[in-house]
């Protein structure tokens, strides 16, 4: 929100704000799994599940799941080992980020206050079941700025078969300025990368020459007006606006770009492979977002929920687990080892926060071949940024069906992302009719467990 | 650092001393100056005659600025009048003419004490001061014009958080929201005392039952968001279906309470509200007054009791049929593997053999009864000698039926040569004594024995059923005489009633020559044969008379549903009929849900329960409604809409005038629209905000009085440009003594009152994001004016059976379709428009009392470079060119069109060889982009 008379230091809403705190972090990256990750076949091992497969999961049968009945227990599809230095256990179902355990800390106690998947993003992302509050991206943004004048602040890279449940409202600014909201990124080679970034191709023939003395033009109108309102500031940020605007119309281009990566670079991604490519191709541009001082970037893995024939459009395993969490096992799979490694080998791995979430967990019990919601846990883990790799916070009970130690809710996740940040999740704050709202409402403590 | 993050704050413009309240202090207490009763302050007297004082208005502010030596700036140039009026009442800009008539006006009224004079003669400056009567002929002008309504609709849709999708996850679209969208324009338009437009959208059904707007006006209630999933595949059984529910009716108080009262009870749905006196178990009262309403389509006619009862029936047939359907599923079931093998083999025998052309044939009218007569009937154009008379059935998928679509179960054939068939009747089949098994495709042939006739009618007196209703259709009827030609050719075919839904479905189509590929294997007749046979076996005779039973039963209501006329609809906040997990509270009498105190908010803890009531938060209107036992829901909406639209309710009518004066200046005079409590701000002029909401309120609640009372004060009119103000002083009294004497007060209010939070002169506006598109639109000559109906689409639907996605890129923004008015727009929540997202519109999924009003990069693209902008910019220049000239003369009237001036000669140097090295289009693109364009002086 750009002062009105009140004399503001700076036009630009975006410019860089220093972090309040001594920050671990100046970036984050986060990777959204819409659809509901199953955390009993990837990341939290549950033995006395896998012991008990085939015995009913609910002998009083007065559970309810949001759309079954609970089936038997259902041990893990995939089996766990002990991985790395730290000997935490995954699944096979990720191979290559079981490689990266010593650098991830996991909470294994997450939960969400809705099964519903509309609710569950929001709340994921913006720390209310409602619609309309802004995502973290938005907050970030809001508190510190962007490190990159020619770049938005806040950038998502949505799958590119689509949106996620909710759709472009789980990237909102809700009632904080527009300008905060996450701009999304065309993944799409072939496409401009920003909405609007050029004039259609069928207008007026205009060259980029042409287009620089149109815009040079303007601004001396633009200047000339303002000069007979002196003292205005929303004039003149509109002006540096239009500069800004066209440092965009360079830089972004230039992001998308990838013909200036390596080809072991291009490999590491799977930038190649038909259903790896793309996501691989998600977490590259990150990377490169990151590198240029983009502030905040969400990568969707999973478009939206939708019964398919064949697999589903995200993790939303209902009818056939194997096949739907197979095939996005190895999408993320792929490239988040692949960003991991890469930032790691930049030395940008210490100041970039890395999390992989989803909105909620799956169900220890049986759905048929898939497996329901389970809003009472699901596991979340964090890279980087000053984050201490290997570790583990929270637990769930012992079929993995309902957080038992540390419970936590995305609001622990926000708090411990921001503090990472240099932000106190207490002072960042936005008035909006009548209440003082912050990221994680009246909740949300720091972690301090998996912190450095 | 910390400090940063509050001064971004500041900027957000909030009033920091407000939210330095941070411990409460007697949070339960009323003595709050929101609660306080209205009582009408005394207009200022104003010593200083210099003051342009043209209504209390101006009384008021001029006491304020007194009070810190500061004076209000001279008033604006006509120019610049015109334009911020257009834009305030309307939301377009003036044409060229509407400007330059309006100039020539105020130059002879106003002249010659137009540039005002600072001077001695009192005279003069009393002149300047009074509303001249081409100014006062402007604003009537405005507030009569239907894009009045257009424009002041759109920020009370910002207000209550219509949209046109549910939101949330799967965004289905809501095709019926429209109509309160249409509303409310209509009640701006007429200007509906703000008493009853309150009333109308709590309780219009029950208070104003039999009018249109009466039940249109609730789709208030419905406006925002609803959790579909949450509600229809989850029952309010489980948990989650019950946290649906709840969050859903706290969205109809939250919106009830900050739209009109300003005050955010949500703030109690945990505990006691921190700041406000607002009690946890007030905040459920309010929940118990919505508790027998869902969000829902629903139908309604001007008769309010046609309306119940017409919902009454739908209620019965879905049930009857979800009965039906049980036990036929029931017999099914007991029919086993040999009806599942059965309707297999029917399944493929049925399927259209051939092509199928799309002339399917004769459809009769639909009938809620099955043993009802209709006929259709052919004229040979002369006596023939009939051998044979073939009937050739229709095929159609529709509820998956197929071959033997609409074939009669009874029938009969006739011939004569009376067209009406009175006497000399000649039988040639009759079929009426016995069901037919349908024959599928098979044509049906019946010998005649020697009938000599030109008329031949089939009649059925037992129709064929369809879904909950009854129908005879008829693919082909030949007739051949002895020589074995169809005489039936293209005869004329007559029936008392028939569909005539071209091309399927038409009376010639039944001697059209064209009938679906024949089967006359025989097979589907045997096959059906079976099936009803199996079907017999398996029913026993209690189950027989129940079906048959059901099947009386579902035809009564099908024949009363039949004598209602096509019900309108609306989707409204209302007492929903339903099925499976979304029932509503109509199947068991639309009786209000119980509904407790919920222990933190948790509906696992529920507590006491609650009356309907209002809060208890006035002093001098108490909150207890009082309602009889056994008292219907719509009484505690009707009462609730009572204490709300009270003379008594200070909270209202303070609400609404800061309102309508944030509009006008840019900001309220309470900075926080939807918050009156102690974590909003204090009202900059709490007398004249008080004196406005008694003369509002004892002048009948008119907005369009309340409008002109703004727009005609001195305040109002006032240049917004401190570079303004010096140019009209110094060019009136130059060297004066007085002049230099401004000239330091208006560097002392710079300094005094940056944010000009006193008035001491207008605002400079940004367009809002409504304002450039249609601005544009119409500057180009493009804008299509028409009212009202269902939205305009400017995104293209892809996959809309599940999750639809709406591709905005896809549409073609050239489409005239989507060139009206931005109100009447189709507001998606999940993919907010980008273009207006970009230019801070309101997103529908939340209140929005005060939209932001950002700038960025991203606003700057999309202003150079979306489609609309650039096709808008190729059409403004072939509309200058179409008004013929030469480039100069072509820029001269761009710049009158687009900003309502002439240019400088400058200026149009500079454009016009701007536009002939890079076209016209090019020169009108930079014309939209200005800040010139963007802005309100």
């Given at each position: ?116 998947h509309g609710p569950a993003m929001f709340m994921a992302n913006s720390g209310f079941i409602l619609p309309g509050f802004p995502s973290m991206g938005a907050w970030v943004t809001y508190g510190l700025g962007s490190e990159s004048e020619n770049l938005p602040a806040f950038v998502v890279l949505p799958d590119p078969r689509g949106l996620p449940p909710g759709g472009v409202i789980n990237w909102g600014a809700g009632f904080l300025p527009a300008v905060h909201q996450g701009t999304t990124l065309n993944t799409d080679p072939e496409q401009p990368p920003i909405a609007d970034l050029f004039p259609p191709k069928n207008f007026a023939g205009l060259t980029p020459q042409g287009e620089a003395s149109g815009r040079n033009f303007l601004q001396t109108l633009n200047r000339q007006h303002a000069a007979a309102r002196v003292g205005n500031t929303e004039l003149d940020a509109r002006i540096a606006a239009y500069e800004l605007a066209a440092r965009l119309q360079l830089s972004a281009p230039e992001v998308t770009d990838l013909r200036g990566e390596t080809d072991a670079t291009q490999r590491l991604y799977d930038l190649a492979d038909e259903d790896t490519g793309p996501f691989g191709r998600q977490c590259l541009l ?167 | ?926 014309l939209f982009n200005l800040n010139e364009f963007a802005f309100v002086d």
């Amino acid at each position: 929100m750009l002062a009105r008379g009140a004399g503001a230091a700076s036009a630009n809403p975006l410019s860089p704000k220093p972090a309040p705190a001594p920050a671990r972090a100046r970036a984050v990256i986060q990777i959204f799994c819409p659809g509901g990750l199953s955390h009993v076949d990837s990341w939290d091992w549950k033995p006395e599940l896998a012991k008990r497969s085939g015995q009913p999961f609910d002998p009083t049968g007065k559970l309810q799941f949001f759309a079954s009945k609970p089936g038997n227990c259902q041990g893990s599809y995939w089996p766990f080992r002990q991985h790395g230095r730290c000997g935490r256990w995954m699944s096979d179902l990720f191979p290559r980020l079981a490689a990266c355990v010593d650098d991830v800390a996991f909470i294994h106690s997450m939960q969400s206050k809705s099964a519903l998947h509309g609710p569950a993003m929001f709340m994921a992302n913006s720390g209310f079941i409602l619609p309309g509050f802004p995502s973290m991206g938005a907050w970030v943004t809001y508190g510190l700025g962007s490190e990159s004048e020619n770049l938005p602040a806040f950038v998502v890279l949505p799958d590119p078969r689509g949106l996620p449940p909710g759709g472009v409202i789980n990237w909102g600014a809700g009632f904080l300025p527009a300008v905060h909201q996450g701009t999304t990124l065309n993944t799409d080679p072939e496409q401009p990368p920003i909405a609007d970034l050029f004039p259609p191709k069928n207008f007026a023939g205009l060259t980029p020459q042409g287009e620089a003395s149109g815009r040079n033009f303007l601004q001396t109108l633009n200047r000339q007006h303002a000069a007979a309102r002196v003292g205005n500031t929303e004039l003149d940020a509109r002006i540096a606006a239009y500069e800004l605007a066209a440092r965009l119309q360079l830089s972004a281009p230039e992001v998308t770009d990838l013909r200036g990566e390596t080809d072991a670079t291009q490999r590491l991604y799977d930038l190649a492979d038909e259903d790896t490519g793309p996501f691989g191709r998600q977490c590259l541009l990150a990377r490169r977002l990151v590198e240029r001082g983009v502030r905040f970037v969400q990568i969707y893995c999973g478009a939206e929920n939708t019964t398919a024939r064949k697999i589903r459009p995200n993790w939303d395993s209902h009818e056939d687990l194997v096949r739907d969490h197979g095939y996005w096992g190895r999408v993320l799979d792929t490239g988040a080892a692949a960003l991991l490694h890469d930032l790691n080998a930049r030395g940008l791995l210490d100041s970039t926060l890395v999390i992989c979430t989803t909105e909620f967990g799956r169900q220890p019990g049986a759905q048929g071949k898939g497996r329901d919601h389970n809003p009472g846990a699901f596991t979340a883990w964090l890279a980087g940024g000053g984050i201490r790799g290997g570790t583990a916070y929270g637990t769930t009970d012992e079929l993995g069906f309902q957080a038992a130690e540390h419970p936590a809710y995305s609001y622990d996740l926000h708090a411990t992302a921001l503090h990472q940040l240099g932000v106190d999740h207490e002072r960042l704050s936005f008035y909006h009719n009548g209440v003082q709202r912050r990221l994680t409402d009246v909740h949300g403590h720091v972690i301090k467990e998996i912190l450095t | 650092m910390l400090k940063r993050i509050a001064l971004s704050l500041t900027l957000a413009g909030i009033a920091s001393a407000a939210i330095a309240a941070e411990k409460p202090t007697k949070a339960s207490s009323t003595d709050w100056w929101s609660l306080k009763p209205l009582v009408r302050p005394a207009v200022p007297a104003t010593a200083n005659r210099r003051l342009p004082i043209a209504n209390p208005v101006d009384a008021f502010i001029c006491a304020k600025l007194a009070e810190k030596n500061l004076q209000p700036s001279p008033e604006a140039e006509p120019r610049v009048q015109i334009r911020r009026l257009y834009f305030d009442l309307l939301g377009l800009p003036p044409t060229p003419d509407e400007v330059e008539a309006f100039v020539r006006e105020c130059s002879l009224s106003h002249s010659p004490t137009f540039p005002p004079a600072p001077a001695r003669a009192g005279e003069q400056v009393r002149k300047r001061e009074s509303v001249t009567p081409a100014y006062a002929r402007l604003v009537d002008k405005l507030l009569a014009s239907p894009h009045y309504g257009e424009r002041w609709a759109r920020h009370w849709l910002d207000v209550v958080h219509y949209g046109d999708t549910h939101g949330y996850d799967k965004d289905k679209p809501r095709p019926n929201a429209w109509p309160y969208r249409d509303y409310v324009i209509r009640a701006f338009n007429e200007d509906r005392p703000y008493a009853r437009f309150i009333q109308e959208q709590v309780a219009g059904d029950i208070l104003f039952p039999g009018t249109r707007d009466g039940v249109e006006a609730l789709g208030f209630i419905a406006a925002g968001p609803w959790d579909f999933i949450g509600h229809a595949e989850v029952p309010e059984t489980k948990i989650d279906g019950k946290i649906a529910r709840h969050l859903d009716r706290d969205d109809m108080v939250a919106n009830t309470m900050q739209t009109f009262n300003s005050l955010t009870v949500g703030c109690a749905q945990c505990h006691d509200h921190k700041f406000d006196p607002i009690p946890q178990r007030d905040y459920y009262r309010l929940h118990a007054v919505f508790a027998a309403l869902d969000r829902a389509d629903k139908k309604y006619f001007a008769d309010a009791k046609l309306t119940q009862r017409f919902a009454e029936l739908e209620h019965q047939q879905r049930t009857l049929t979800a009965k039906r359907t049980a036990l036929e599923t029931k017999l099914k079931t007991a029919a086993g593997k040999e009806l599942e093998s059965l309707d297999q083999q029917i399944e493929a025998a049925s399927k259209a053999k051939g092509g199928l052309r799309p002339e399917y044939g004769y459809h009769s009218a639909i009938s809620p009864a099955q043993e009802a007569a209709k006929w259709v009937q052919v004229d040979l154009g002369r006596s023939v000698v009939i051998d044979r008379v073939v009937l050739r059935p229709c095929y159609d998928d529709f509820n998956k039926i197929g071959a033997g679509f609409g074939f009669p179960v009874r029938f009969k054939v006739e011939a004569g040569d009376d067209a009406q068939l009175k006497s000399g009747v000649m039988s040639i089949a009759d079929k009426t004594a016995a069901d037919v098994t349908n024959p599928g495709t098979a044509p049906q042939t019946f010998k005649s024995t020697g009938a000599t006739a030109r008329f031949l009618r089939i009649t059925a007196t037992k129709l064929a059923p369809r879904q909950n209703d009854f129908i005879f259709a008829l693919a082909e009827l030949q007739v051949f005489d002895t020589t074995g030609s169809n005489v039936a050719l293209k005869a004329a075919v007559t029936a008392p009633d028939s569909i005539e839904a071209a091309p399927r479905w038409r009376k010639t189509n039944l001697t059209d020559d064209i009938a679906p590929g024949a089967d006359n294997s025989g097979e589907l007749v045997e096959l059906r044969a079976k099936r009803d046979a199996l079907l017999a076996k398996a029913t026993d005779d209690k189950t027989r008379a129940e079906l048959a039973a059901l099947a009386k039963d579902l035809e009564q209501v099908a024949a009363e549903l039949k004598t209602f006329p096509k019900p309108d609809v609306v989707y409204a906040g209302t007492v929903h009929y339903g099925t499976g997990a979304f029932v509503g509270t109509g199947p068991a009498g639309g009786k209000p849900r119980v509904i407790q105190v919920l222990h933190r908010g948790d509906v696992k803890q529920p507590k006491d329960e609650v009356a309907a009531g209002a809060p208890g938060y006035l002093t001098g209107l108490p909150g207890e409604f009082a309602l009889p036992a056994g008292h219907s829901e719509g009484e505690r909406r009707a009462a609730l809409a009572k204490w709300l639209s009270s003379p008594d309710n200070p909270l209202t009518w303070r609400s609404l005038v800061n309102r309508v004066w944030q509009y006008h200046f840019g900001r309220g005079l309470v900075e926080t629209p939807n918050d009156f409590g102690r974590m909003g701000a204090l009202p900059t002029h709490p007398e004249l905000l008080d004196w406005l909401a008694v003369e509002f309120r004892d002048s009948g609640g008119s907005l369009k009085k309340l409008h002109k009372l703004i727009v005609t004060s001195a305040t109002y009119r006032q240049a917004s440009v401190a570079a303004d103000v010096r140019r009209l002083t110094s060019q009136s009294a130059i060297g004066s003594r007085q002049s230099a004497i401004e000239q330091s007060l208006l560097t002392s209010a710079a300094t005094l009152d940056s944010e000009n939070r006193l008035l001491w002169r207008q605002n400079r506006r940004k367009l809002d994001a409504e304002a450039v598109r249609d601005a544009t639109l119409f500057v180009a000559g493009k804008l299509d004016p028409k009212m009202g109906g269902p939205a305009f689409q400017d995104f293209i639907v892809e996959k809309p059976e599940h999750s639809p996605h709406y591709e905005y890129h896809l549409h073609d923004p050239d489409d005239p379709k989507s060139h009206r008015r931005s109100v009447y727009r189709f507001l998606v929540r999940s993919q907010t428009q980008p273009f207006m997202t970009t230019l801070d519109c309101a997103d529908p999924s939340m209140q929005v009392g005060k939209r932001n009003e950002s700038v960025s990069a991203l606003q700057a693209l999309a202003l150079l470079n979306n489609g609309l902008m650039v096709t808008m910019s190729k059409h403004f220049a072939a509309k200058l060119d179409a008004g013929g000239g030469d480039l100069n003369a072509k820029v001269d009237r761009a710049f009158r069109e687009a900003l309502a001036r002439a240019p400088s000669a400058e200026e149009k140097a500079n454009l016009t060889a701007y536009a002939r090295q890079h076209g016209l289009a090019n020169a009108c693109r930079v014309l939209f982009n200005l800040n010139e364009f963007a802005f309100v002086d």
